[in-house]
């Protein structure tokens, strides 16, 4: 696969489609499963509130991965992300309901840079707090 955006028709300050994902106890299980991490501050609310945090919060991994799916679906191609990092400002709080939590995730191209790279800048928040910061992919468009 390759990009279905074309490098030539991006601008800086273009803005990628938002999305919300959301976050219940249940995705939490299903990702623990997937990615091994039985870490107890992300399925039981007791030891979570016990090392001082508010309830269960969500993984960071299964965050980062949640965000970067706004530019995975804009670009077309999962694989023209050829870069992707953040920095984890506030955990994703997930209560114990039927409703969960949400990410809100958006983002633009920053900049344009040579052989059809471009730099996109991602704002993820859940309950009215940013969740990522510095929250960059470089993705090589067609």
């Known amino acids: 696969m390759s990009a279905t955006v074309a490098y030539a028709d991006v601008e800086v300050g273009t803005e990628l489609p938002p999305a919300s994902f959301p976050v219940t106890r249940a ?3 299903a990702y623990a499963g997937a990615s091994g991490d039985f870490n107890p501050i992300h399925w039981n609310e007791r030891f979570a509130k016990s090392v001082g945090l508010p309830d269960v919060i969500a993984h960071g991994m299964f965050t ?3 965000a970067v799916r706004v530019v995975t679906d804009w670009a077309g191609d999962p694989g023209a992300v050829v870069e992707y ?3 984890f400002t506030k955990p994703v709080v ?3 309901d039927d ?5 809100e995730v958006s983002g633009k191209v920053a ?4 052989d059809g790279l471009v730099r996109v ?6 309950g009215g ?8 992919a470089l993705v090589r468009l067609a």
Do not use: H, I, N
């Not at 900049?111 to 040579?114: E, I, M």
């Open 85 to 87: 990092g953040v920095r």
């Open 27 to 29: 995705t939490l299980v």
């Open 121 to 126: 800048d991602l704002v993820a928040t859940s």
């Open 94 to 96: 997930v209560p114990d």
């Open 99 to 103: 409703e969960g939590a949400v990410v």
């Open 129 to 136: 707090q940013k969740v990522l910061g510095m929250s960059r």
């Open 64 to 66: 980062m991965a949640e």
């Open 111 to 114: 900049a344009k840079l040579d």
